[in-house]
């Protein structure tokens, strides 16, 4: 089964303005994330717990194709979206940047999101499954 699975990490800095993180594929260097504060996983206006999530395809109106962050505790719809600003743009979810300007906030991030979407689309479209190890520095 280890064979047939993709682990991506999230290595997250907390700050009072916003989260900021590294996502990795192996040790390598994906993408930089941004995303609100922790505020105890509230609904709207957290960040979500640490954790091992599963990674599934979604595709609304709004976003297109993207990532839903499945089994979350006490949460529902957080999702991997493009968005360069966490308090405007985002309601618990995680959104790929490429450069990090400041807490919460990063730019460009619809330049590294659809190579993710790409990464990751392939490698469902394989059968593979997708986990998404969140955790601290």
Known sequence: MEDNMMKLTLT??????????????????VCYTIELPWRDNKPQVSCIPEGTYMLVKRYSDKFKHHLLV???????????????????ELKGCIAPVSTLLRPGCGEKSRMVFDPLM????????????ITLHIQAI
Do not use: C, F
């Not at 997250?12 to 260097?29: A, D, I, S, V």
């Not at 505790?73 to 979206?81: F, T, V």
């Not at 790409?118 to 479209?125: F, H, I, P, Q």
């Open 12 to 29: 997250r800095t907390y700050r009072p303005g916003g989260t900021n993180g590294t996502l990795e594929l192996n040790g390598k260097l």
């Open 70 to 88: 499945q089994d979350v505790p006490d949460r529902s719809l957080i999702l991997i979206h493009p968005a360069n600003n966490a308090e405007l």
């Open 118 to 129: 790409k990464l990751v689309y392939a490698a469902l479209n394989r059968g593979e499954e």
